[in-house]
């Protein structure tokens, strides 16, 4: 639905005021479409698993150097598990990836899922200047 099109439906139906019309009168009309179901999801995934403190931390930590479990949690003061709970999710949400060495498991941020949920961000907020 186009925005002109709702402004004027709104009107004559009286859901909103007369003074809408008015507010909007010169305002490019653009194209108003609610973003793919999936899209929305993906990114809500991306932002809860950064949603959270020692996330931030993890991915600040990891974001110019990999790092094992062990060395995370010795940084933050907390127990293996709950960094290996924390890095679980953000890698579900695409933003660490793993290798494996040894008896170890590296974690580094992964570039692909940082630059996918800031594309999305733009795709879904951002300006673009229309």
């Known amino acids: 639905m186009r925005l002109h099109e709702l402004i004027a439906e709104l009107g004559v139906r009286g859901k909103c005021g ?3 019309k008015a507010i909007y009168e010169g305002v490019k009309d653009v194209e108003l479409e609610v973003p793919d179901e999936e899209v929305i999801s993906k990114a809500v995934q991306m932002l809860s698993a950064t949603a959270n403190n020692v996330r931030l931390s993890i991915l600040a930590l990891i974001r110019d150097v990999p790092l094992p479990v062990c060395a ?3 940084i933050l003061g907390i127990e293996q598990t709950l ?3 924390h890095l679980r999710a953000l890698k579900e ?3 660490v990836e793993v290798q494996v060495r040894g008896r170890y498991r590296i974690y580094s941020i992964s570039r692909e899922g940082v630059r996918e949920l800031f594309s999305m961000l733009e795709d879904l907020i951002g300006h673009h200047g229309k």
């Open 18 to 20: 007369p003074d809408l």
């Open 93 to 95: 949400a695409g933003l």
């Open 83 to 85: 960094v290996s709970h």
């Open 72 to 74: 995370i949690s010795k």
